[in-house]
Structure formats: C-alpha cells, structure tokens
C-alpha cells in the first residue's frame, strides 16, 4: 500500500472598518474565511489595502506581505504533509500566483481580490482538515468569460480519474485557474489578450495527457490465497504501507544568492536542514528512495541555472547524509528554471521581479519509505 503525503478571519465590526466601496472586496474575504467563530484567535488577516490607495510604497509592500503570509501558509501545510501533488493544495499555489500577477499589473477589476479569497478559502479548509476536498470547483472571479469548453471537458476528465490525478494535479489546477484568467483578459480587453492564456491552458492539457500516461499504476492487488487453517496463536502481521513525501526547501532560506555550496549555507539553511534530518530519522524506519531536485528562477542561462540547480541539490544530499540520513537509492538532479511554481510580471523592477520569483528558487526532495 502507498499512501502520498509532503512534507483570515472574517472582521467583527464590518461596518467600522469597511467603507461601502470596499465592501465587495471585504464580502469576497470574508466567504473565504467563513463564520467568525470558525476562526483561530491567531489566524492572520487577509486583506489588500484599498484599489485607491495602492500608490504608496508602504501600501504596495503591506500588501506583498499578506501576499506572503498566505505563501507561508501553503509552506506550512506542505512541511505538515500535504502532498505538492493533492489537488486543492495546487490549486490554492494557483490561485494565489494569479493573485499575485494581476497584482503586480495593477488589476484594479477586483481580480486580485477574489482570486485571493479563493486561496485563502482552500488553504482554511486544509488547515481544518488535511484530507479536505477543496477547491474542487473553479469559479470565473471577477466577471471572466468561460473559453473554450473543450479543454474545461479534458481538465474536468483528469480531475476525475482518481489513479492519475496525483500526477496531473498541479498541471490540471493551474490550467483551470489559467482558462479563468484567459476569460478576464477577453472580457477586459478582448480575444487578443486572452489568446496566450489559452495557449498556456492548451499546452497544459498536453502536459498533463504525457503526465498521465507515464503515472505509475497503482499496486495491483495480491491473488487471493488458499484457505488455511485459522491461527489462534500469535499477532497479526502487520502490514508495512509505503509512503511517498515530497519536502520543499526555499532556496533563499537555504543558500546565499545566487551561491550553492556547503560553505554558502546560510545559519538558518543548516537549522533547516537539521530539522529536516531529524524528522526523516524519526518518522521512518527505512527509506527506500530520495530524489533530490534543484530549481531555479529565470534570471541567467539555461547553462549557469542547470549548474546551480545540481549544486544545491548535491549539497543537499551531502548535509542530509551527513546527519544520518540514509536511503536504498538516492538521485541528483538539476532542472534549473524549466519548471517554475510561479510565474511573475516581467514589467517591474529587476529586485521586486526577485522577490515575485522566490517559489521557484527551490530544492525538493521527494521520498519513498515505510514509516
């Protein structure tokens, strides 16, 4: 058996604090977040500074900051094991990477808004219960058109075969929210914007068909055996479940920029890894496989980002092995900025550009052992 696994309240006083022109903007939230006894008396506000007053740098930064606490909320749900690969965990990533883009567009159509409160929505659930089924639907945020219902039809068909979706989970999220944004560009602007989106969801349909097709088949079933003679003596034997882990591991909390080395780790790199030694050692009693898999962002050549990705995926390795952790078969590998998490504007300065695209300055290791 294999099991897959990795590593906002609503206001109180609504009236107080939400003029009437803000209140599309605030109702939106607020069904994300749900009934306020619902709530944490921890849990984080969720909310962008009013369209207006987006002018100022301390507004535009308070804003990235809610944008990142929501990040760091999909971080934690990952390190408490939701798989990168179960569906609403993807599907909140895409929703919030939409938000952050039209954001960075200066949207001032109430996209931003609602494209948030459906991350938030997904992420709340999952914080609730780590198995929920969220997010499933995809609704059309801001008024957006509904493109092309040949590949809704294909998406909805991987969505819905549950032997494969582990696969193709990320892809077929991100394509949903991808056709959604397609639709806001053509009811905004017309066909011409909304034709690369589309082009992005139809190379994402193509994706997915090769990632479902290479998905490794579920465990068949073993024969039934012959009846025996009952035993009334003796414990059950247990049966081992294999587990699979993915573990993502920010690059900039790991390594200066840019650098990779042993000696390049940051102080709270090596903490981080530590924990993440401990936490292997613990919670398996044998590994049967890690891969180790560095990634990049766009900035540099193809040739500089792929050295850079294996470098800090091997001195990964070589950390972890150094704190006891040990597997049957171990792979290195090196992706550099072909598979990014998250995709940004290319119209701000070059150091916000930097900060859009830390998702994807990444190692993830993925893991396969008995607990």
């Known amino acids: 058996?294999?099991?897959?696994?990795?590593?906002?309240?609503?206001?109180?006083?609504?009236?107080?604090?939400?003029?009437?022109?803000?209140?599309?903007?605030?109702?939106?939230?607020?069904?994300?977040?749900?009934?306020l006894q619902a709530q944490t008396a921890t849990a984080p506000a969720v909310t962008l500074a009013p369209q207006a007053e987006r002018i100022t740098d301390g507004r535009i930064l308070g804003d990235r900051q809610t944008l990142e606490s929501v990040q760091q909320r999909l971080r934690a749900l990952n390190e408490k094991g939701v798989?990168?690969?179960?569906?609403?965990?993807?599907?909140?990533?895409?929703?919030?990477?939409?938000?952050?883009?039209?954001?960075?567009?200066?949207?001032?159509?109430g996209y931003v808004e609602q494209a948030l409160a459906e991350s938030v929505k997904i992420v709340q659930a999952l914080e609730a219960d780590p198995k929920a089924q969220a997010g499933l639907d995809t609704p059309l945020v801001a008024g957006s058109t509904r493109l092309r219902e040949d590949l809704w039809r294909r998406l909805a068909a991987f969505k819905g075969d549950a032997a494969t979706l582990a696969c193709t989970a990320r892809t077929v999220a991100c394509a949903e929210v991808r056709l959604v944004r397609a639709g806001h560009a053509e009811e905004q602007t017309g066909?011409?914007?909304?034709?690369?989106?589309?082009?992005?969801?139809?190379?994402?349909?193509?994706?997915?068909?090769?990632?479902?097709?290479?998905?490794?088949?579920?465990?068949?079933?073993?024969?039934?055996?012959?009846?025996?003679?009952?035993?009334?003596?003796?414990?059950?034997?247990?049966?081992?479940?294999?587990?699979?882990?993915?573990?993502?591991?920010?690059?900039?909390?790991?390594?200066?920029f840019d650098r990779a080395g042993r000696d390049d780790l940051l102080p709270g790199g090596h903490e981080r890894l530590r924990e993440v030694a401990e936490n292997l050692i613990k919670q398996y009693r044998r590994i049967e496989s890690i891969a180790y898999v560095g990634h990049t962002d766009r900035w540099g050549?193809?040739?500089?980002?792929?050295a850079l990705s294996l470098q800090r995926a091997r001195t990964v390795r070589a950390v972890l092995e150094g704190l006891g952790v040990k597997a049957d078969r171990v792979s290195v590998e090196g992706r550099g900025r072909r598979e990014p998490l998250v995709e940004c504007s290319t119209k701000p300065a070059k150091a916000e550009q930097v900060v859009c695209l830390q998702p994807n300055r990444r190692v993830a290791i993925e893991v396969l052992g008995v607990k």
């Open 1 to 35: 058996m294999i099991r897959s696994s990795v590593t906002v309240y609503a206001p109180s006083a609504m009236s107080r604090m939400c003029p009437p022109s803000l209140l599309p903007v605030a109702l939106a939230l607020l069904v994300a977040t749900g009934p």
């Open 83 to 109: 798989a990168q690969g179960h569906y609403p965990l993807a599907k909140a990533q895409c929703w919030l990477d939409s938000a952050k883009t039209q954001y960075h567009e200066n949207d001032r159509t």
């Open 191 to 256: 066909w011409r914007q909304a034709t690369p989106h589309v082009a992005m969801a139809e190379d994402a349909v193509l994706r997915a068909t090769h990632e479902a097709a290479s998905c490794p088949p579920p465990l068949a079933q073993a024969p039934a055996a012959v009846p025996a003679a009952p035993v009334t003596e003796g414990p059950a034997a247990a049966v081992a479940v294999v587990h699979k882990e993915s573990i993502v591991l920010l690059g900039d909390a790991l390594f200066r």
């Open 301 to 306: 050549s193809d040739a500089h980002n792929d």
